[in-house]
């Protein structure tokens, strides 16, 4: 029997201009090529906890414009459950603006539009799940409401970093960041009663519980094409694996494995991993 996933968070449009260098302050480039791709963490996430095998439902908002339904094809093709979706009137969906460098590194600039209606209200409408993922592109408001809703597992990937309640931080079961996110909550991280992530690229992720070291899984070696989305897929994942039971080494070395798959195709959601790759992947020697 599948684990039922709630992912409270943010759906976007990318659009993304890949294989030139990245632009330094003031610089234009030339030589991309473009394309658009459903994005977004929160988006991305469900799509990577549903090609794993999870039963997922997705909480979020779009705007009442044109750009929505492209948004949201990926995952309602997929099946993703859509009715915790609600269309904002006069707001824009979110867009993220990506470049893409020829080596697979990227940045981001996001208009958030419409998912900063977000609710509590749309939260509540939740029903109840094995595993709960938020992140932090959708108002903290609606991130504690789901907090406090969860009855099982409730994971919270702090991106982008930025300050949020003590009691997110002290009591989420289990708190996902990389290595430059980790470096802004500080200390803070280690207080956490439950347990604490911090993804390290190319280093692998480290494992603690009760602010202290209790595991480890390195990264394996792919060649890159675009890491945009390897982030939510290793969060997914580990939601994903941990729901199911798997011990916390296990579920880490699975996470990384489908963050690995996650990088080696362009785009986010296009480049999301089945569990069958994962577990081709995990297989090998």
Known sequence: MSVRIGIVGSINLDLVASGAPLPAPGETVTGASFARHPGGKGANQALAARRLGADVTMVGCVGD??????????????????????????????????????????????????????????????????????QLEVPIDAVMAAFERSKGLFAVNLAPAMDVPDQLLAEADLIIVNGGEAAFYGEKLLQNKGRVVVTLGKDGAMLYENGKVAGSAPAFDVTAVDTTGAGDTFSAALVVALAEGQDPESALRFASAAAALAVTKAGAQPSLPTRSEVETLLAKP
């Not at 949201?72 to 979706?85: K, N």
């Not at 940045?107 to 993922?133: F, H, T, W, Y």
């Open 65 to 134: 414009d044109g750009l929505a339904e492209s948004a949201l094809s990926i995952l309602r093709a997929e099946g993703v459950d859509l009715t915790g979706v609600e269309t904002v009137k006069d707001q824009a969906t979110g867009v993220a603006l990506i470049a893409v460098s020829p080596d697979g590194e990227n940045q981001i600039i996001v208009a958030s539009g419409a998912n900063a209606c977000v609710s509590e209200r749309l939260v509540s409408k939740m029903p109840d799940c094995d595993a709960i993922l938020c």
